[in-house]
DNA sequence: CTGAAAGCGCTTACAG
DNA sequence: CTGAAAGCGCTTACAG
């Protein structure tokens, strides 16, 4: 590809020239501008980013981590931070860690070698070295859906995992259930395990029955909350109401009842958490804590945009409200058994 | 951050030395290497990638152009290019285009600029500015789900969608189905075209009704597949089947039967196209035709892996075949009126 | 086995 | 308004 030398080569002026009228720069004299546009056409030129980025340290790149870009909860949030970065002239790129701990500290490296300028961050594995490489990262970085682990000073974008779950309890609550059960996250996981203390929370304080055979934890995924309805009911067939973790267990626990013919929501009501776009679909109208994944991407993205500008600046921490979403899938427990 | 200078400086040897020692070269000592790796940890010390792009011309970067990342066609679809690129050292990018014809072609200045050592393209405007850009693209590229456009040669990935149209039009045909509509995508799409191309034939051939009012298109969600059926169905109430372009319509339309409680697959039969992880669902259980995205994806990525190899190499286009899926949503329209 | 030097393609003070 | 020169952080012949 050409590059600047033949650009100014083929003008018979300077390579200072050329660039300074590529970048728009004041003093250069509007003919000059133009004749140097004419021959960027004819010659096909783009300005080599790697060169640029070199000497300018600065490459408009930043990088966003994220467990799974198939995940639908992920694709929105992050549809919303390359938006909100995209209007200002960042390119993202996208880490699909798919939860692995080797390519979370790979993307870092990455990062870090490719000089992107700021980071998104939704890891899963926060090891000791993890948070080493943390320690010494040369760029800004803000945690989202993810809290910014002890040692560390970056800011978060979060909901309050706790605070919903009670919320959601509180609903299935007020609506008579007076057995209900679990189906969670993995036992690693801080999310599953603050919405889970959640659940406990409000069970012990109604006196109800909430021991480990009342939680099935581990999965995330629609046959992962099939499975667990499945394990749950067998040893709880009293049970009035579930919680599920995310909107996927949930739709799985959905499934399981449906295949069983358990009318939902007049024998069993599920409750899930995230509202995803499936939880509307005619047959699911799952009863759901939304969290706003758009105001948090967009979030996200405007912390790291002016950490970039100044980098002595710390935010604080944000934490978004959920809202509950009723739907279908919870009825008063009155009927029942 | 700590650049092969310090490295350099820090053990009193030269830049040359530490760089051939980083990338492992035969001829530099063990004593030297281990003295170097010991350096590189102590100053915690990255090489830059911008740099070794620069000199090397090569970043070991390619490009994705995807419509939509949060679409789970195109989410799977990229993980299986990702994962075999992965394999060989090869970071990528996704350019999540949103069929934004700007986004588009600014994907392709992007990938110039930032030297991508070759490209995967799922274009979905292919005007005289895009096909101008390629022609002079200075990387390989592959097309995936979508054809080269006249002009230019590089190969392509794709599934035969007229054969598959066909196909899933004999299956539904052969169930005994006279009164058959179609649900497809917007007018600009080749792909859409082929599918209703195979369905036009299909009806031609058999003599049986297939005039505009028997088809809807436009559309490619759920909501859009609702809204065709329900005009399709209010001006053709005698249709015992439809075949949806695609999942998202075919389930749009299954939402729309459901909620009018027109039983499915009793009284109307509906196939889809894709075979989408949602279309097993046991409220959906679609009837369609399966494109092989992992061996597509992961094809696509090799060819690419290829061609980077061996620029002078242009490897035929290929054409997968797709799989009937049987499911619940189709039945013999026997027992119809 | 190691080092000095040139060069990748840009930008940016500095001088005029 | 324009140009010559230095430099960003590497790699790679070339010479020893």
Chains 1, 2 share one sequence.
């Not at 200072?16 to 004819?42: F, G, I, L």
């Not at 996250?185 to 009342?214: A, K, Q, V, W």
């Not at 309805?229 to 499934?255: C, K, P, Q, W």
Request: glycine content about 6%.
């Amino acid at each position: 590809m050409a590059n600047i030398k033949d650009i100014a080569k083929h003008l018979g002026i300077s390579v200072s020239t050329v660039s300074r009228a590529m970048n728009d720069h004041p003093d250069v004299s509007e003919e000059t501008k133009s004749n140097v546009m004419q021959a960027v056409r004819a010659l096909n030129y783009r300005p080599n980013a790697l060169a640029k980025g070199l000497i300018q340290k600065k490459t408009f790149t930043i990088g966003l981590m994220i467990p799974d870009i198939a995940d639908p909860f992920f694709s929105e949030l992050g549809d919303a931070v390359e938006s909100k970065l995209f209007e200002h002239g960042y390119q993202v790129i996208y880490g699909n860690t798919k939860r692995n701990p080797a390519k979370e500290k790979q993307f870092l490296m990455t990062a870090m070698e490719r000089q992107y300028d700021g980071l998104i961050l939704t890891p899963d594995h926060l090891d000791e070295e993890f948070v080493d490489l943390l320690t010494n990262l040369p760029m800004p970085a803000v945690f989202l859906r993810r809290r910014t682990p002890p040692g560390l000073s970056m800011p978060f974008i979060d909901v309050d995992h706790h605070r919903a779950a009670l919320d959601a309890m509180d609903h299935l609550i007020g609506l008579g259930h007076r057995h209900i059960g679990f189906i969670g996250m993995p036992d690693n996981s801080f999310i599953g395990n603050e919405r889970l203390r959640g659940y406990r929370e409000r069970m012990e304080l109604s006196r109800l029955p909430c021991d480990p055979t009342h939680v099935e934890t581990g999965g995330r995924s629609i046959r992962d909350g099939r499975e667990a309805m499945e394990r749950l009911y067998a040893r709880h067939s009293e049970l009035t109401a579930v919680f599920a973790a995310n909107d996927l267990l949930g739709i799985g626990a959905l499934e399981w009842l449906a295949r069983r013919q358990i009318p939902v929501p007049q024998r069993v009501s599920v409750i899930g958490f995230d509202n995803l776009n499936l939880a509307e679909l005619h047959w699911i109208q799952l009863t759901t804590m939304e969290q706003p994944r758009p105001r948090m991407g967009s979030r996200a993205a405007e912390l790291l945009l002016r950490m970039m500008e100044d980098k002595a600046l710390n935010p604080e921490p944000e934490l978004f409200d959920t809202k509950l979403i009723i739907r279908g899938s919870c009825a008063s427990a009155s009927g029942n058994a």
